[in-house]
Every structure is written in structure tokens, then in C-alpha cells.
């Protein structure tokens, strides 16, 4: 199964000028844990709820001051969109992020995956096959 069957196509973006605090506001009202940074439709950066505590709430910077471009963790790791569901979370364990933004062939931006995706889709799976075990297996 490609990965562009389960990521999230409403992907929150932004450019780099825009403020700490807009980006926390978009997070807010769109109930996402990151916004991604793009130029000409492509991910130059992405900035998490994390990455504003961390370096605009926890060291007390003005949140208007402070960019995207601040904050962003540059060139993130991203996955194409054909990739398949395995290929991805290896993917993402080896650079260790919980969230890749997914992109077409042309390098534009198609998605988000997550980690939380991920596991609610196996949840459903292993839920699907506990549904199979138990029809299949004698009462006990």
C-alpha cells in the first residue's frame, strides 16, 4: 500500500517569514502538531509544537519576532508519495521523526504522514486479524 493512501492530505503550510506566533495559531485552530515550511510548493523546512516550546515559549522570545525560518528544522526528511507503508516507517526510524512530509514525484507537497497514522492503521489491522483468530478458534 503506498503511503499516499493514508497520509493526510489537509497539510497545514507556511513560508519561512511567517511568525512563531501565527504557526502556533494555525496549530491551535487546525488541532495539528506541525505546519510545513514550503517554497514554490516544495518543503524547505518543517516546525512543530515542540520546536516553538522549545525555542520561542521556553527561552521567552517574542512569538511575533521570531519566524519560521527561526525555528524550522531545515530540509526535512520526506517520503514519496508512492513509497510503500514499510519502506516509510523505516524511513522514519532511521532519521528518528515522528512526522514526514509526503511529496509527488515532482517534489511538491502531496501530504503529511505520521507516526500516530501509522499506528492507527496497524491498530485496525491487528484488530482485523484478532477478529479472524477469534471466529476461527474454539471457545475456551
Given at each position: 500500500?503506498p503511503?499516499r493512501?493514508?497520509?493526510?492530505?489537509?497539510?497545514?503550510?507556511?513560508?519561512?517569514?511567517?511568525?512563531?506566533?501565527?504557526?502556533?495559531?494555525?496549530?491551535?485552530?487546525?488541532?495539528?502538531?506541525?505546519?510545513?515550511?514550503?517554497?514554490?510548493d516544495?518543503?524547505?523546512?518543517i516546525?512543530?509544537?515542540?520546536d516553538?516550546t522549545?525555542?520561542?515559549?521556553?527561552?521567552?522570545?517574542?512569538?511575533?519576532?521570531?519566524?519560521?525560518?527561526?525555528?524550522?528544522?531545515?530540509?526535512?526528511?520526506?517520503?514519496?508519495?508512492e513509497?510503500?507503508?514499510?519502506?516509510?516507517?523505516?524511513?522514519?526510524?532511521?532519521?528518528?521523526?515522528?512526522?514526514?512530509?509526503?511529496?509527488?514525484?515532482?517534489?511538491?507537497?502531496?501530504g503529511i504522514?505520521?507516526?500516530?497514522?501509522?499506528?492507527?492503521?496497524l491498530?485496525d489491522?491487528?484488530d482485523?486479524l484478532?477478529?479472524?483468530?477469534?471466529?476461527?478458534?474454539p471457545?475456551?
Amino acid at each position: 500500500m503506498p503511503i499516499r493512501d493514508v497520509a493526510r492530505t489537509s497539510v497545514k503550510t507556511a513560508h519561512r517569514e511567517q511568525s512563531a506566533g501565527n504557526l502556533a495559531t494555525v496549530m491551535k485552530e487546525e488541532a495539528v502538531g506541525s505546519v510545513i515550511i514550503e517554497d514554490d510548493d516544495r518543503p524547505v523546512g518543517i516546525v512543530t509544537d515542540r520546536d516553538l516550546t522549545l525555542q520561542v515559549l521556553e527561552p521567552r522570545r517574542d512569538p511575533t519576532a521570531v519566524t519560521a525560518e527561526d525555528v524550522m528544522t531545515e530540509t526535512p526528511t520526506t517520503v514519496d508519495a508512492e513509497t510503500g507503508i514499510l519502506e516509510a516507517t523505516a524511513k522514519m526510524y532511521e532519521h528518528a521523526v515522528r512526522r514526514m512530509p509526503v511529496v509527488d514525484a515532482d517534489g511538491t507537497v502531496a501530504g503529511i504522514i505520521t507516526l500516530d497514522d501509522v499506528l492507527v492503521l496497524l491498530t485496525d489491522e491487528l484488530d482485523n486479524l484478532v477478529g479472524v483468530i477469534e471466529a476461527e478458534s474454539p471457545p475456551y
